[in-house]
């Protein structure tokens, strides 16, 4: 907000197309084009570097294998933490979230977690269950509030943003009025970046020229911050438990007595270890977290491997 306001007072653009999707025209789409829509969620993959690595997952390589592939070829930075951490995308869901719905969110507002406890057992498990595993910048209208959040997430295979494969960018936006939108195409790079910053600097100097009064291209007004714990989620958890009779009946109830119920599950044997894979039916994030704490907590239970989350229209 300072940069807006600093641009503001000094009567010139501040201009930033390339800050999002690098050469993705998304910015002016959302702060102009789709002013007078009521967005109600912006849902992306806004770092190519992470989905370039998922993408090799889904073939079969383990993470590492897949991140020294990407830093081999100039996707991933010597440190990649920004990156996998979620770090980078949460920067640009907050920008995303801010156009978006008109209300100021900051960097410390977006939940992220990374892509680094992935492994190719879930990639092939989303495969398996008809999903598919990326890292998503989310940003969505609850109430008069707002939430921004990034996060691995299983998608159905048939959702739009399931088919971004490498290091493509694309960013999904849903309103009541044009339904469903979808940006894609290189999200980094010189030239795809360096065309959205010319842009930008043709479109300041014809303002300039013509001697228009610049005005920002959005207004941010006060609004609430819905915090994570009280989003209502989806839950696909891995755990690895004894083999024996009624473990899952009480890995279910540690599941009801947090106020959770299971929408599937899928049970695979391995000596006297067997691999329980449930998804869970809708419910307040904070409600998912106290009951895989209370699974993780059962003596029949080894290890909950993995938690990602699920992205449907289902409840």
């Known amino acids: 907000p300072e940069l807006i306001a600093a641009a503001e007072s000094s009567g010139v653009p501040l201009l930033y197309e390339a800050a999002v999707g690098g050469g993705i025209p998304i910015i002016r789409p959302l702060a102009e084009t ?7 969620r912006v849902m992306g993959i806004v770092n190519g570097t992470t989905n370039y690595i998922l993408s090799q997952m889904e073939t079969g390589e383990s993470y590492p294998e897949a991140l020294a592939e990407a830093q081999r070829l100039g996707y991933a930075e010597p440190d990649p933490t920004a990156d996998v951490s979620g770090a980078d995308a949460a920067s640009k869901a907050a920008i995303l979230a801010s156009l978006a719905f008109g209300t100021w969110v900051g960097f410390d507002a977006v939940h992220h977690e990374g892509i680094d406890r992935l492994s190719p057992a879930d990639m092939e498990a989303a495969k398996d269950l008809g999903y598919v595993i990326k890292l998503l910048g989310i940003a969505e209208r609850h109430g008069n509030g707002v939430n921004a959040r990034v996060h691995p997430a299983m998608i159905p295979g048939d959702h739009p943003l399931a088919s971004i494969r490498g290091a493509t960018n694309a960013i999904y936006v849903e309103g009541p009025s044009v339904e469903e939108l979808l940006f894609a195409g290189p999200g980094a790079g010189g030239e795809p970046t360096a065309s959205a910053v010319l842009g930008d600097v043709i479109d300041a100097a014809r303002e300039v020229l013509a001697g228009a009064q610049v005005a920002p291209r959005i207004r941010f007004s006060p609004g609430d911050i819905v915090d994570f714990g009280d989003i209502p989620t989806k839950w696909y958890v891995r755990l690895l438990v004894v083999d024996a009779p009624g473990v899952l009946a009480r890995v279910a109830g540690a599941f009801g007595d947090a106020g959770v119920s299971i929408m599937s599950v899928r049970q695979e044997g391995r000596d006297d270890t067997a691999s329980l894979l449930l998804i869970t039916h809708r419910a307040a994030e904070s409600s998912q977290r106290k009951a895989v704490e209370a ?17 449907s229209d289902e409840a």
Not at 34 to 40: N, R, S, V
Not at 306 to 311: D, G, H, L, N, S
């Open 34 to 40: 789709l002013a007078g829509e009521q967005i109600t």
């Open 295 to 311: 699974v993780d907590a059962l003596d029949v239970v080894h290890e909950v491997a993995a938690v990602i989350r699920v992205v």
